[in-house]
Nanobody, 117 residues
């Protein structure tokens, strides 16, 4: 299993970024995909999740209405569109998939998002 995130960077408050996570090594279309983030000194938290079949989505309350998670099963890629970014969105963003009967977690290397003027 390999997850490779991209798209992070430095953006001003109110700006937008689009994160991508390219997946390989498993049947992408069969699994729920998630984005998490971890800010300095804080625990990693779930940001958004999209299911495999129906594409049902869930979001953290802090990002509802600003972030959108989507997936392209033909490209084995999950995206996170982030709009109206705030300084408190600054964190390392990680792609995640849980696989197997024990829901083993697989993580990407993370991509840094910094929101600052």
């Amino acid at each position: 299993v390999q997850l490779v995130e991209s798209g992070g960077g430095l953006v001003q408050p109110g700006g937008s970024l689009r994160l991508s996570c390219a997946a390989s090594g498993f049947t992408f279309s069969s699994y729920t995909m998630s984005w998490y983030r971890q800010a300095p000194g804080k625990e990693r938290e779930l940001v958004a999740r999209i299911t495999s079949r129906s594409g049902s989505r869930n979001y953290a309350d802090s990002v509802k209405g600003r972030f959108t998670i989507t997936r392209d099963n033909a490209k084995n890629t999950v995206y996170l569109q982030m709009n109206s970014l705030k300084p408190e969105d600054t964190a390392v963003y990680y792609c995640n998939v849980k696989i197997g009967v024990r829901d083993t977690d697989y993580w990407g290397q993370g991509t840094q998002v910094t929101v600052s003027s």
